[in-house]
């Protein structure tokens, strides 16, 4: 996913950085059971065109809120941000 990603995204972080990132999510959410999306948003302009999409993602017993934003390079979508939204990620 990282290797794949937008360069604003792997300028924001390094690959050992997300790595690190979403082991900790797997260790202490466990594993996505279901993931819905709840939102979507499509935005042109001189940058490119992105797309945002939402999901309301089920993690054993903790619900959060990823977000993913998207812009489509060469004839690919590529990662520019991941947002997770959760308070168990914190405090577990």
């Known amino acids: 996913m990282y290797e794949e990603a937008d360069s604003r ?3 924001a972080t390094t690959q050992q950085q997300f790595v690190d990132l979403m082991a900790a999510v797997h260790r202490k959410l466990g594993n996505v059971t279901s ?15 992105f797309v945002t999409l939402s999901y309301k ?5 903790e619900q959060v809120t990823e977000t993913f934003q998207f812009r489509e390079s060469e004839g690919k979508e590529r ?12 405090t577990k």
């Open 57 to 61: 993602t089920q993690f054993g017993a």
């Open 35 to 49: 993931a819905d999306v709840t939102n979507w948003k499509v935005n042109a302009n001189t940058a490119g065109t």
């Open 79 to 90: 990662l520019v941000s991941y947002n997770i939204n959760s308070t168990a990620l914190i």
């Open 9 to 11: 995204f792997t300028s």
